[in-house]
């Protein structure tokens, strides 16, 4: 069976701090993709990154980056010198080639303060 | 291009009425998702479509939960005797084609049951 878990339910940092957010996953399949997306105030659900289970190079993006190891099956999202505009709940969500659906983890809630 | 559509944003209904939620998704896109997410918690599955087939409804949480695509486009979530349980922001996600590919949001229908 699928599974996202995301344990940290919410993280406060002061502007400027780097944080991390951690994604732990299970799924049986040799197959899969892994996902993160940013869910703002205004409630929509904002792609940030895909990543399948056969490429573990990790990826930077500006301010963003990502951590893939299978060995620990973890997809941590960084983000580099926080800002206000940060802030939000941050979910992580995993799809298996046989099952097409996308099951989340429960949330990361990120303030940033000034 | 223009991104996925939900109407109505908002729906305010009494206890056992019927509800018809509308998702249009991005031109082009053959795959369909309908999720549910309830206040502090991640999306969950409700239904999944592929042109107008209806592949997967296991995520649809009772008989009252219906769920269509007639041409292939766009699609109609209806729950009928709503329940105050049903309370929660109904997402639509469409991706291009196969697993591979990224759902993308809609901004969601709140509804609230009296």
């Known amino acids: 069976a699928q599974k996202v878990t995301q344990a940290q339910t919410e993280i406060s940092v002061v502007e400027k701090e780097d944080v991390t957010l951690d994604c732990v996953y299970e799924t049986r399949d040799t197959t899969y993709y892994l996902f993160w997306y940013k869910q703002p105030p205004s409630g929509e659900l904002v792609f940030l990154i895909r990543r399948n289970s056969f490429d573990e190079q990790n990826e930077i993006s500006g301010r963003y980056s990502w951590n893939f190891q299978k060995s620990t099956s973890s997809f941590n999202f960084t983000i580099t010198a926080s800002q206000v505009v940060d802030s939000a709940v941050y979910f992580c969500?995993?799809?298996?080639?046989?099952?097409?659906?996308?099951?989340f983890g429960q949330g990361t809630r990120l303030t940033i303060n000034p | 291009g223009a991104g996925v559509s939900q109407s109505p944003r908002y729906k305010v209904a009494k206890r056992g009425q019927d509800v018809a939620l509308r998702c249009d998704p991005i031109s082009g896109h053959v795959s369909l998702f309908w999720y549910q997410q309830a206040l502090g918690q991640g999306p969950e599955f409700l239904t999944y479509f592929q042109n107008e087939a209806q592949l997967d409804k296991s995520g649809l949480p009772s008989d009252r939960f219906f769920a269509e695509r007639p041409e292939g486009s766009v699609s109609t979530l209806k729950i009928q005797r709503t329940q105050q349980e049903d309370s929660a922001v109904y997402l639509c996600?469409?991706?291009?084609?196969?697993?591979?590919?990224?759902?993308?949001f809609g901004p969601g229908t709140r509804l609230l049951v009296l």
């Open positions: 969500a995993l799809s298996e080639r046989r099952a097409q659906k996308l099951v």
């Open positions: 996600a469409s991706r291009y084609m196969d697993e591979k590919e990224t759902q993308y």
